[in-house]
C-alpha cells in the first residue's frame, strides 16, 4: 500500500521543511522503529494507548473551539465535521482497538493524565483561545499529516515487519485510504485559511508554533518508550 499524499505542497509543507530536525524527531522517534519492528513493549504500547484516548477527547475539543473560531459557515461546519468524526467513528474505534488490549473505556477515562500529554493538548487549546482559527489549525496539523507521513514511510521500509507483528493494524489504520482523505483535506484546509488570514505576513509565528506542537508529538511517544 502507497499513500498517495503530497506532504510538500503548500503551506504545510512549507512548515514541515522550515520545522527542520524537529519534525523528523516526531516522525522517526525509537518508539516508532520499535512499533515497525515489532520489538516495542506491550506494556508501553498500553501506557500510549491509554494516553492517546485521553488525548483523543482533547483534540476533540480542539475543533470545538476551531468551529468557535470560524468565521464563515465554510470553516464552522468543516470543524464541526471533523469534531463529530472524532467523537463518533475515530473514538469508538479507538475504544474497541483498546479492548483487544485488555483496556476498558471505564480503566482509560480514570487514568491520570500524563504530564506529556497535558502539555501537548494544552498547548494547541491556547494557542486556539490566544490567536484565531489559523494558529489554531496549524498547531493541529503536525499529528493529522505526520501520522500519514510515519504509515508511509513503515509501509515502504524493507525492514518494517507485518506479519506477526501485534502493531501491524496501527500502521495499516494510518495508511487506509479514508485516514489519506482526511489528510489530503486537512492539508487543503490549512492552505486555503492560509491564503485568507495572511499566512505569509505572519508566518514566523506560524512557524514556532508549528515547531513546539511537533516537539510536543515527539514528547508524546516517549510515554510508550522505556526511559
Same mark, same amino acid.
Given at each position: 500500500? /502507497? ?19 524537529? =519534525? ?8 516508532? @522503529? ?7 513493549? %506491550? ?8 494516553? #492517546?484516548?485521553?488525548?483523543? *477527547? ?6 470545538? %473551539?476551531?468551529?468557535?473560531?470560524? $468565521?464563515?459557515? /465554510?470553516?464552522?461546519? +468543516?470543524?464541526?465535521? *471533523? ?5 463518533? /467513528? ?10 483487544? =488490549?485488555?483496556?476498558?473505556? $471505564?480503566?482509560?477515562?480514570?487514568? !491520570? ?12 487549546? $491556547? ?8 494558529? %489554531?489549525? &496549524? ?5 493529522? /499529516? ?6 508511509? =514511510?513503515?509501509? +515502504?521500509?524493507?525492514?518494517? &515487519? ?6 501491524? !493494524? ?10 489519506? @482523505? ?5 492539508? #487543503? ?35 510508550? =518508550?522505556? !526511559?
Amino acid at each position: 500500500m /502507497v499513500l498517495d499524499i503530497d506532504l510538500d505542497r503548500g503551506l504545510f509543507g512549507r512548515l514541515r521543511r522550515d520545522a527542520g530536525e524537529a =519534525w523528523a524527531l516526531y516522525t522517526r522517534h525509537p518508539f516508532l @522503529e520499535a512499533l515497525a519492528l515489532g520489538t516495542l513493549p %506491550l506494556d508501553g504500547f498500553r501506557r500510549y494507548l491509554i494516553q #492517546d484516548y485521553l488525548y483523543l *477527547i482533547q483534540y476533540a475539543r480542539g475543533y470545538a %473551539l476551531g468551529a468557535y473560531k470560524g $468565521e464563515t459557515l /465554510v470553516e464552522i461546519r +468543516a470543524a464541526s465535521k *471533523i469534531m463529530a468524526a472524532i467523537l463518533d /467513528v475515530e473514538m469508538p474505534l479507538h475504544i474497541a482497538y483498546c479492548a483487544e =488490549w485488555g483496556l476498558t473505556e $471505564e480503566d482509560m477515562a480514570a487514568a !491520570p493524565e500524563d504530564m506529556r500529554m497535558i502539555a501537548y493538548t494544552r498547548f494547541f487549546l $491556547e494557542r486556539g483561545l490566544a490567536g484565531d482559527k489559523l494558529d %489554531l489549525d &496549524v498547531a493541529l496539523a503536525p499529528c493529522i /499529516v505526520g501520522y500519514a507521513e510515519i504509515a508511509q =514511510w513503515m509501509l +515502504a521500509d524493507p525492514s518494517t &515487519v507485518l506479519a506477526g507483528n501485534p502493531y501491524a !493494524p496501527w500502521i495499516e489504520a494510518y495508511a487506509a485510504p479514508e485516514y489519506r @482523505e482526511a489528510v489530503t483535506a486537512a492539508i #487543503d484546509t490549512l492552505e486555503a485559511l492560509g491564503q485568507r488570514r495572511g499566512a505569509e505576513a505572519r508566518y514566523p509565528s506560524l512557524l514556532k508554533t508549528f515547531q513546539t506542537a511537533t516537539m510536543l508529538e515527539a514528547a508524546f511517544w516517549g510515554i510508550g =518508550w522505556p !526511559p
